[in-house]
């Protein structure tokens, strides 16, 4: 058995950060290819097999908001982008543009140790001829499939918008999905704007599955981007 290691392509100018992550991950079985510039980091990506894209967003040619909407012209690759705090604006458009997730600097090695194995995990889920999978997370429970939702060991009755938010967040589980892709997908385009929808209907959710809806588990707030569902 000689599994190759998963491959991370750190699109990172700053040489303190990618000293760290060349050892950590070195240590945790990932093989880091490292690039300096957006260009640099798009010719690597196009030019051997990469598991996921770790993607700084201030870049010395171009920014991370570039090479997100360039990689996402070709490849489904999750690339999870990684910036300084205060930039939310930045990190929403990333997301828009195709990027799966994002971490804040400076962020904790288990941390990113959990993004990489979540986004991996979707990845492999995305894959296609996978059936639907059961989310389960504590003590809530997401049969996407069968329409059935446990919470605390009893199934609960969710409408069908809530049921459509959830099942949109339990199949992107451990990623944050922004206003305006969770108001797209279950709305529909007219209601890109229509934040208060999203706020009432969270608020339902909350209600109906957290043992505490103030201070929730599962269906966490990521401020000024959007929303999450927990995934371990
Ligand atoms: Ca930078």
């Known amino acids: 058995m000689s599994a190759t290691p998963p491959v991370v392509l750190l699109i990172e100018d700053d040489p303190q950060i990618r000293r760290f992550l060349r050892a950590s991950l070195g ?38 908001l570039e090479v997100t909407r360039r990689l996402r012209e070709w490849s489904l690759v999750p690339i999870l982008v990684i910036s300084a705090r205060g930039q939310e604006a930045d990190k929403v458009a990333a997301l828009d543009a195709g990027a799966d997730d994002y971490l804040t600097k400076p962020f904790s090695l288990p941390e990113l140790l959990a993004r990489l194995r979540a986004a991996r995990r979707r990845a492999a889920q995305a894959a296609p001829g996978q059936d639907e999978p059961v989310y389960v997370v504590g003590e809530l429970r997401v049969d996407v499939a069968r329409h059935q939702v446990v919470a605390g060991g009893r199934e609960i009755h969710l409408t069908p918008t809530e049921f459509k938010l ?45 043992p505490e809806p103030a201070r929730p588990r599962y269906l966490l707030t990521e401020p000024g981007v959007g929303y999450r569902l927990q995934a371990e």
């Open 27 to 64: 240590a945790h079985g990932y093989e880091l290819v490292e690039a300096v510039t957006g260009r640099d980091g798009l010719a690597q990506a196009a030019a051997r097999t990469v598991d996921v894209v770790l993607l700084d967003l201030g870049l010395p040619d171009t920014d991370g």
């Open 166 to 210: 959830l099942a949109l967040l339990a199949r992107n589980a451990g990623r944050v999905l922004t206003h305006r892709q969770l108001l797209k997908e279950v709305w529909g385009q007219a209601y890109l704007d229509n934040t208060h929808h999203l706020r009432v209907q969270m608020h339902g959710l909350r209600h109906k599955l957290e």
